[in-house]
């Protein structure tokens, strides 16, 4: 089996109606994220190269309907990259498992997202609360528990949803 090229990506670009897409493979790199860019209608996105820094993530930011993003096993050390991810109204979910996202790299993320198995610590997670107006729930001990109320913290996930929709949460 082959391994997918920046060249095989551009000819994704013609599946106009292409939703889902997973790519696994050490030959993409930055450049090879311009043509995904282009895929408009893709809701859910998974990228995992080593060679994926960030710096082309300006390219993914026209994804306004992409609400799930994984880039985990990538890099992602250029600083200041996850700030090109904030004209993604959709986003709710990305995905940073393995990546060189740490405390001090938090003020780039958006406010809906989930940490899930990163370098963030705890303590830099609580500290986004204040920040993030809609946070519905943040469970760093992973296990899943019922919010009691539409802003709550217990103890490696921060969620954070739409204010309309954390409101109407029983």
């Keep these: 089996h082959g391994q997918i090229t920046v060249e095989g990506v551009r000819e994704l670009t013609n599946l106009t109606s292409l939703r889902e897409l997973t790519l696994a493979t050490p030959e993409l790199d930055d450049a090879a994220l311009e043509p995904l860019g282009q895929i408009s209608r893709l809701t859910d996105l998974s990228i995992r190269s080593p060679n994926i820094h960030g710096d082309g993530l300006h ?44 405390d001090e790299r938090l003020s780039e993320l958006v406010p809906c997202v989930e940490f899930c198995d990163t370098a963030v610590t705890h303590d830099a997670a609580l500290g986004l609360q204040s920040s993030l107006t809609s946070l519905k729930s943040y469970d760093s001990d992973r296990r899943v528990r019922p919010p009691p109320g539409p802003q709550t913290v ?17």
């Design 59 to 102: 390219y993914l930011s026209g994804l306004t309907a992409l609400f799930w993003l994984n880039l985990s096993y990538c890099p992602i050390d250029r600083p200041g990259c996850l700030s090109d991810l904030q004209s993604m109204p959709g986003l709710r979910s990305l995905h940073l498992h393995g990546t060189a996202i740490t």
């Design 154 to 170: 217990s103890p490696s996930r921060v969620r954070a949803e739409d204010s309309a929709v954390a409101a109407e949460s029983p």
